[in-house]
């Protein structure tokens, strides 16, 4: 048995211990199906279709930015293997607007003097096209304070701007890769509940920085910059980048702030992220006083003909308790400078392999059991909340004085299991302060211990997962618990996030604990217990 064994089996006798008769009696009813699973790990194993739906979601459909073609196309053959398998009602379900589509067409960066060579870079998602070709000395815009913004005025129109100053880059001395330790595993697993979220709330430096960043940005505007460059995140010629920027004040609430894919046109600057190393070294010869000169020129395609997103629902219509919903899901779309693969092609596939199995093994569920593949949420999971706003209710405005408004489907939803998060293995699930399906989902776990699978922690992940989107309106929405592996500094988001970093085997054994789940989900008498309701 592991230290990971060991603390769990510790912890279940001390919650029984501490709890009293019912969570007590809990553990002894309820059980797992291990027939079942042992057929779903026999399936996983000599059957498995993984690989073939990563590859093809990633080196086929490409990068998968919410209103783009390829998007479409990836939803297109994730639909197709749904009713290749029998599975009943698969279908687009549109929600919106959401907004412009944006693809990528052509793209070159280069510095040609004082000698060529090629940037490793990449324009930010809905970053227009420059007007051609722009070629000229870089300007690096040197300011520290506000007062500094008046040299620079009048002198930046046409000009290809170095937003920032050199992005220090720390040597890398361990392996990207890592998993979760057993130490870390048990440090979850003993979590104290979370006390409620605090709204963050920027420190007066923090402020001062965000006002200098917004005043920075409005001289690029009015002076009409031709392209901004800024170094990415990441290091070793890996590149974070996101969406274009738009300036806006500080103090403006998150729903407020303009976004580059808007109906209304914002006016967005031809933005492009450069590598760290190659930005770095664009600062350095300037401050040698040494000229640089740079060829910038993007290409963009924006399309405005569908403003709608969609999302990809299909289902295995239950039994008795069919009526009575359980669901498993994740993110389809991605970012745009790699294929999308840890992030999140790999967890789209985990839950289409997940259907498979219970429906080609001829499981009979009692509650209907839901897939749902979601768009934009890379921009907020503006899908995953469009659905449940749509079929289950919303929270308003003021949470505090008005209720949450519930649709009929409300009461007869059971939970929701999301895969997100990268490549690596399943090690437990985050409760989302649930203390209540503990020891129902450590029944399920134990018979998956010899695959890691053991930890369950009272936190929740601390991320905008379409898990939330159900846990803020009271439904039990849960994320598994997964080794990120090199998915913090290697992958998401990044133009490294490619087919090459998946890991099958460990995929094979998310898929296997993901079945697990919503299986014994749509099989237990009663529906998952909720939190306390949110009001």
């Given at each position: 048995m592991t230290r990971v064994q060991q603390s769990g089996v510790v912890l279940l006798v001390a919650l029984a211990a501490c709890s009293g008769t019912t969570i007590n009696a809990q553990l002894l009813n309820e059980k797992a199906d291990l027939d079942v699973i042992s057929r779903i790990r026999d399936r996983e194993s000599k059957h498995s279709e993984i690989r073939e739906m990563v590859g093809y979601l990633t080196d086929v459909t490409g990068p998968r930015l919410t209103g783009s073609p390829n998007l479409k196309k990836a939803q297109q053959y994730a639909l197709e293997r749904l009713q290749e398998w029998g599975v009943a009602n698969a279908h687009l379900e549109g929600w919106g607007p959401f907004g412009r589509g944006w693809s990528l067409e052509g793209f070159t960066a280069n510095m040609v003097a004082p000698s060529f060579s090629s940037l490793i870079a990449y324009p930010k998602a809905w970053s227009p096209s420059t007007n051609g070709i722009v070629r000229g000395e870089g300007v690096f815009l040197d300011v520290k304070t506000t007062a500094d913004l008046a040299k620079f005025r009048g002198k930046l129109k046409g000009k290809i701007i170095l937003l920032t100053s050199e992005r220090p880059i720390a040597p890398n001395f361990t392996p990207p890769a890592e998993r979760t330790t057993d130490e870390e595993l048990l440090?979850?697993?003993?979590?104290?509940?979370?006390?409620?979220?605090?709204?963050?709330?920027?420190?007066?430096?923090?402020?001062?920085?965000?006002?200098?960043?917004?005043?920075?940005?409005?001289?690029?505007?009015?002076?009409?910059?031709?392209?901004?460059?800024?170094?990415?995140?990441?290091?070793a010629g890996t590149v974070y980048v996101t969406a274009a920027s738009?300036?806006?004040?500080?103090?403006?609430?998150?729903?407020?702030?303009?976004?580059?894919?808007?109906?209304?046109?914002?006016?967005?600057?031809?933005?492009?992220?450069?590598?760290?190393?190659?930005?770095?070294?664009?600062?350095?010869?300037?401050?040698?006083?040494?000229?640089?000169q740079l060829e910038i020129n993007i290409g963009a395609h924006f399309y405005d003909d569908d403003p709608m997103s969609y999302n990809l629902i299909a289902e295995i219509p239950g039994t008795d308790l069919k009526d009575e919903v359980v669901m498993i899901g994740g993110c389809l779309d991605s970012w745009h400078t790699g294929t999308g693969a840890t992030d999140n092609a790999a967890g789209v596939a985990v839950a289409l392999e997940v259907i498979r199995p219970l429906k080609t093994l001829d499981i009979s569920p009692r509650r209907t059991i839901r897939i749902g593949?979601?768009?934009?949420?890379?921009?907020?999971?503006?899908?995953?909340?469009?659905?449940?706003?749509?079929?289950?209710?919303?929270?308003?405005?003021?949470?505090?004085?008005?209720?949450?408004?519930?649709?009929?489907?409300?009461?007869?939803?059971?939970?929701?299991?999301?895969?997100?998060?990268?490549?690596?293995?399943?090690?437990?699930?985050?409760?989302?302060?649930?203390?209540?399906?503990?020891?129902?989902?450590?029944?399920?776990?134990?018979?998956?211990?010899?695959?890691?699978?053991?930890?369950l922690t009272i936190n929740g992940i601390g991320s905008n997962g379409d898990h939330n989107s159900f846990d803020d309106i009271g439904l039990p929405g849960f994320q598994f618990l997964r080794d990120f592996m090199e998915g913090n500094t290697r992958t998401a988001h990044t133009n490294m996030d490619v087919y090459d970093h998946i890991l099958e085997d460990d995929l094979r054994q998310s898929a296997v604990v993901a079945a697990v789940f919503l299986y014994h989900a749509a099989m237990r008498d009663e529906r998952l217990p909720r939190k306390s309701r949110i009001q």
């Open positions: 440090k979850l697993a003993n979590a104290n509940p979370a006390q409620g979220s605090r709204r963050f709330q920027m420190s007066s430096e923090q402020r001062a920085s965000a006002e200098l960043n917004y005043q920075k940005w409005k001289l690029l505007e009015s002076e009409g910059a031709a392209v901004v460059l800024e170094p990415g995140g990441g290091d738009i300036p806006a004040p500080p103090d403006l609430s998150y729903e407020q702030r303009p976004r580059p894919w808007h109906l209304n046109r914002p006016h967005v600057l031809p933005q492009v992220v450069v590598a760290g190393e190659h930005y770095n070294r664009l600062i350095r010869l300037m401050s040698r006083g040494v000229p640089v593949l979601w768009s934009a949420e890379e921009q907020g999971a503006l899908g995953s909340r469009a659905y449940v706003a749509e079929h289950f209710g919303r929270r308003p405005v003021n949470a505090a004085t008005e209720p949450t408004s519930r649709t009929r489907e409300y009461e007869k939803f059971s939970g929701y299991f999301n895969l997100d998060y990268g490549t690596g293995k399943i090690r437990g699930v985050y409760l989302q302060n649930n203390e209540a399906v503990r020891p129902i989902f450590a029944a399920w776990l134990a018979p998956l211990k010899d695959l890691g699978a053991g930890t």
